[in-house]
């Protein structure tokens, strides 16, 4: 589903996300703190936020996919995760390319702890199969986790329905085995929220980041389907994202307000407004690729503004911005010869 209305959405957040880890990796950001302080703290501690939105919409994608009636009857459970494993890691492969050659530039012009020493064989194979993390090696760019789990999710999602489909004796209606597979949904939402999302341990596996994606997923159901089944159970997840005191942590807030969101635009006539058909919608769309590209191109521009611009607090300001938006422009070509080939 591509819809212009979410691409906005997705522009939004995947600037805040650029500007996040601008603010958060340096050297940059650390001498323009003097001049923008307030910016900086805002950029450094809540525009990661905007991770959960990607993480509902996500789930919300994966759920109008895996939604459809029989879905496994048409599709193999083998060929639906590698198509997604294949659509992930051709441009994340050409992001840990640029990083290496970025990381290497960087190397000669400054010293900084964001820049990663020259892989080895077993920590590109651990990339390579999304793993990097759950084996203990550095990631080789910022962000690569949000693909390892995005992948994850999805993954997960898929053989869970396959499983269910494949399972349920032939006697049974796709409203029975939809009903099952809301369950299961359900309950590792609710158990994410409850308990692996407020550890820090779980935060390399999928099951941390349930509490926001399967916001997502229901949603995807709920709209799917007039189903009061449907409906009681999406209510009580939500309820329970909304009641739930004893940890209060914003970015459920932000993916249960999301949630809602995807809910009322769904079909609506005004998601589906010319308004939205605009350079943020652009932005949205190449997100995957600004979100890889970023971070070479700004450990690059910050190795030479170090040797330029060393103390100066407003120059340091502009090379964040130029860093921003050669970080777009460098989007388009990768977007269009690598992530769309």
């Known amino acids: 589903m591509r819809s212009a209305f979410l691409d906005n959405i997705k522009g939004i957040a995947c600037l805040l996300i650029l500007f996040h880890h601008l603010a958060f990796y340096g050297p940059m950001s650390d001498v323009a703190n003097a001049v923008i302080p307030n910016s900086i703290d805002f950029f450094f501690d809540d525009a990661r936020l905007a991770v959960a939105v990607f993480l509902c919409i996500g789930g919300f994608l994966t759920g109008l996919?895996?939604?459809?009636?029989?879905?496994?009857?048409?599709?193999?459970?083998?060929?639906?995760?590698?198509?997604?494993?294949?659509?992930?890691?051709?441009?994340?492969?050409?992001?840990?390319?640029?990083?290496?050659?970025?990381?290497?530039?960087?190397?000669?012009?400054?010293?900084?702890?964001?820049?990663?020493?020259m892989p080895?064989?077993?920590?590109?194979?651990?990339?390579?199969?999304?793993?990097?993390?759950?084996?203990?090696?550095?990631?080789?760019?910022?962000?690569?986790w949000y693909v390892a789990i995005d992948f994850q999710l999805?993954?997960?999602?898929?053989?869970?329905?396959?499983?269910?489909?494949?399972?349920?004796?032939?006697?049974?209606?796709?409203?029975?085995?939809?009903?099952?597979?809301?369950?299961?949904?359900?309950?590792?939402?609710?158990?994410?929220?409850?308990?692996?999302?407020?550890?820090?341990?779980?935060?390399?596996?999928?099951?941390f980041f349930f509490a926001t994606y399967g916001l997502g997923l229901l949603t995807a159901y709920l709209v799917r389907s007039q189903s009061h089944h449907v409906l009681i159970l999406s209510v009580a997840a939500i309820t329970i994202f909304s009641l739930y005191y004893q940890d209060f942590r914003e970015?459920?807030?932000?993916?249960?307000?999301?949630?809602?969101?995807?809910?009322?635009?769904?079909?609506?006539?005004?998601?589906?407004?010319?308004?939205?058909?605009?350079?943020?919608?652009?932005?949205?769309?190449?997100?995957?690729?600004?979100?890889?590209?970023?971070?070479?191109?700004?450990?690059?521009?910050?190795?030479?503004?170090?040797?330029?611009?060393?103390?100066?607090?407003?120059m340091n300001v502009f090379g964040m911005s130029v860093s921003a938006v050669l970080s777009l422009l460098l989007a388009i070509p990768f977007y269009k010869y690598i992530e769309k080939n």
């Open 65 to 117: 996919k895996l939604s459809e009636p029989n879905f496994f009857a048409k599709h193999s459970v083998q060929q639906v995760i590698w198509h997604k494993y294949l659509r992930l890691v051709i441009p994340y492969l050409g992001a840990i390319a640029l990083a290496i050659a970025a990381s290497f530039t960087a190397s000669r012009l400054m010293e900084h702890h964001s820049i990663s020493a």
């Open 251 to 314: 970015r459920l807030l932000i993916a249960l307000l999301m949630a809602f969101l995807l809910f009322g635009s769904y079909e609506s006539n005004w998601s589906k407004s010319k308004l939205w058909n605009n350079p943020l919608g652009k932005i949205g769309e190449m997100s995957y690729s600004i979100f890889l590209v970023h971070f070479p191109v700004s450990l690059v521009v910050s190795g030479i503004w170090v040797k330029l611009y060393p103390s100066d607090p407003w």
């Open 120 to 144: 080895d064989v077993p920590q590109l194979l651990s990339h390579l199969f999304f793993l990097q993390n759950i084996l203990g090696y550095e990631s080789l760019s910022a962000g690569l």
């Open 154 to 207: 999805f993954a997960v999602c898929a053989l869970l329905v396959f499983l269910v489909e494949k399972l349920s004796p032939a006697s049974w209606s796709y409203r029975s085995t939809r009903l099952i597979t809301l369950i299961i949904f359900s309950a590792l939402t609710i158990a994410s929220v409850i308990f692996f999302n407020r550890h820090n341990i779980y935060d390399v596996f999928f099951i």
